[in-house]
T-cell receptor, first 109, second 114 residues
Framework: AQRVTQPEKLLSVFKGAPVELKCNYSYSGSPELFWYVQYSRQRLQLLLRHISRESIKGFTADLNKGETSFHLKKPFAQEEDSAMYYCALRLQGAQKLVFGQGTRLTINP | EPEVTQTPSHQVTQMGQEVILRCVPISNHLYFYWYRQILGQKVEFLVSFYNNEISEKSEIFDDQFSVERPDGSNFTLKIRSTKLEDSAMYFC????????????FGNGTRLTVT
């Protein structure tokens, strides 16, 4: 079955330190991977997706098909990055997203 | 920026009662979705809706659930006879034409079944 795994429920780093939120997926087809973010008291919103190969708010994520990973990285964390981060997978030809458990990122001053 | 809106923000209902959760998707969007998140668990797909019919649904979306787009602007999720385990945060989402158009989520409705 298709699955998205985010091994860390909680991640805490200091401001200015690098941050990496891990995401692994299980899917035999051609996946589309996304990162969604939910800031405190706000809605889920798209942060970035692998097909765009873009950097949003300093975050990047590279799809590694060999390791079936899509880790989210930022070289220098900022306090406003504190939020809940969800990795999500869309199956080929499907509408639905399969979400990971989420990682709560806290940036300490 | 246009937003997906959901009402109410919190709904409390008794077990066995019917409940309708309401959503107003972004006006030019064509694809509509319901997801739910039980406290402490993952966000789970329930159903997708396109061209006035269900295009995909999950195992969770059994006969107790139904969706409707009654008037061209609202998109509703009905649970016919609520169970305790239906207590969750329910998120509506919509997206526009084009596979690469992003999903826009509403703020969610917290459903509490007592």
């Amino acid at each position: 079955a298709q699955r998205v795994t985010q091994p860390e429920k909680l991640l805490s780093v200091f401001k200015g330190a690098p941050v990496e939120l891990k995401c692994n997926y299980s899917y035999s087809g051609s996946p589309e991977l996304f990162w969604y973010v939910q800031y405190s008291r706000q809605r889920l919103q798209l942060l970035l997706r692998h097909i765009s190969r873009e950097s949003i708010k300093g975050f990047t994520a590279d799809l590694n098909k060999g390791e079936t990973s899509f880790h989210l990285k930022k070289p220098f964390a900022q306090e406003e990055d504190s939020a809940m981060y969800y990795c999500a997978l869309r199956l080929q030809g499907a509408q639905k997203l399969v979400f990971g458990q989420g990682t709560r990122l806290t940036i300490n001053p | 920026e246009p937003e997906v809106t959901q009402t109410p923000s919190h709904q409390v209902t008794q077990m066995g009662q019917e409940v309708i959760l309401r959503c107003v998707p972004i006006s030019n969007h064509l694809y509509f979705y319901w997801y739910r998140q039980i406290l402490g668990q993952k966000v789970e797909f329930l159903v997708s809706f396109y061209n006035n019919e269900i295009s995909e649904k999950s195992e969770i979306f059994d006969d107790q659930f139904s969706v409707e787009r009654p008037d061209g602007s609202n998109f509703t999720l009905k649970i016919r006879s609520t169970k305790l385990e239906d207590s969750a945060m329910y998120f509506c989402a919509s997206r526009g034409q084009g596979r690469n158009s992003p999903l826009h989520f509403g703020n969610g409705t917290r459903l509490t079944v007592t």
